[in-house]
């Protein structure tokens, strides 16, 4: 089978993500500047990186839409005005959540709104587009990745659980960072579960995407490097040290822990998978240097901006797009897109999506 498959992996970075959205608007400018549920086959993100993962692929906005609601979204959640002195406890020392998690729920109820869902819809719930979204979270109690996925259920479920997690409960698992915000408990199909952010270890989730694309995109038969068209990953630049841990010094040492964990991921993967980097089927986009803008630095939009503007129009950046460009191709997603039939004056939505191969 043809390589046809266009897989997108987005990093977390508290507002850094906003670096990863420009990027990505830049790159799909070259191939006529699509929505990106229209274009890639899947999208996976972890954090902040996993709300923007639900905005493109859950929500199915364009690229500017997502834009303008996630600086919206970071000035309510990131409110100066709201922001704890301390971000740890006097008596004990440990890391307490300097932010209100209400503003975040509320932020993310009202951004699903304004794109024509209801607050309270269902993760797996009905969708136009047969793009497929991938968000990790970390399991409270064995704090292992956990891949919520909205189109279709992972292969060996056994619980009704995902099917009943509604989309702002994910979005909140995802960004659930202990130095921020409190870990996310939900309980669904009756069993109740506590989730955290997945920054460290899956801040750059290129690993869980590939996982997940290799047990929902290709048969029992075929090899998913052979069936990648483009995998993209994208950053959010290198982060100022504010993170989380159990008390003050390990809050710097868990994020330099992120910083590194990145860069280190897109490295191995680069290596174990110079076949797709050799074959231009692989691109890594990070912006170098946003060292000064911390995570929850909503204010620093400007520099966001400026800084990946600069990290997109260098000469070497310029030269990977044009490849990107030569390699991704103009037309949609190889999944079958959905089709609108008109019926009675009603909208009915066709959704046919390529399914597995049996032997």
């Known amino acids: 089978m043809a390589a046809d498959l266009r897989l997108l992996s987005l990093d977390g970075g508290g507002v850094r993500g906003l670096a990863s959205l420009y990027m990505l608007r830049k790159i799909l400018s070259y191939v006529g500047s699509p929505k990106p549920c229209d ?23 364009s690229v500017d839409q997502c834009i303008d609601e996630y600086i919206d979204m970071m000035d309510v959640i990131f409110n100066p005005k709201d922001k704890k002195m301390l971000p740890f406890k006097l008596r004990s020392g440990k890391v307490q959540p300097r932010y209100e998690t209400e503003n975040l729920e ?15 819809a269902l993760f797996r719930g009905a969708k136009t587009s047969a793009c497929k979204t991938v968000v990790i979270a970390l399991t409270g109690e064995g704090r292992t990745a956990t891949r919520f996925t909205d189109a279709y259920a992972k292969h060996g479920e056994h619980s009704n659980f995902y099917n009943e997690v509604k989309i702002w409960e994910v979005a909140r698992a995802t960004s659930a960072s202990t130095s921020f915000f409190a870990p996310m408990d939900i309980t669904a199909a009756g069993e109740p579960r506590r989730f955290l952010d997945a920054g460290l270890g899956s801040n750059n989730p290129v690993n869980e995407l590939y996982m997940e694309a290799m047990a929902q995109l290709t048969g029992p038969d075929e090899e998913l490097d052979k069936r990648i068209r483009v995998l993209v990953s994208i950053g ?70 400026t800084r990946t503007e600069a990290y997109g129009t260098d000469a070497d950046t310029e030269r990977m797009v044009e490849r990107w460009e030569n390699a991704a191709g103009v037309e949609q997603s190889a999944l079958t897109p959905a089709t609108s039939v008109d019926f009675d004056n009603r909208t009915l939505i066709v959704r046919v999506c390529r399914t597995r191969k049996t032997a």
């Open 39 to 61: 274009y890639f086959d899947m999208i996976c993100g972890t954090s902040t990186g996993g709300i923007i993962a639900i905005m493109l692929g859950r929500l199915e906005m």
């Open 106 to 120: 509320r932020a993310i109820r009202q951004t699903i709104q304004k794109a024509r869902h209801p607050s309270d």
């Open 236 to 305: 959010t630049g290198k982060p100022a040290l504010r993170g989380f841990g159990d008390n003050v010094t390990e809050v710097a040492q868990s994020v330099l822990a992120i910083a590194e964990e990145t860069q280190t991921t897109a490295n191995t993967f680069h290596q174990i998978h110079k076949v797709l980097a050799n074959r231009d089927a692989y691109f890594r986009f990070n912006p170098p240097d946003l060292s000064e803008v911390g995570l929850d630095k909503a204010s620093k939009a400007r520099i966001i901006a």
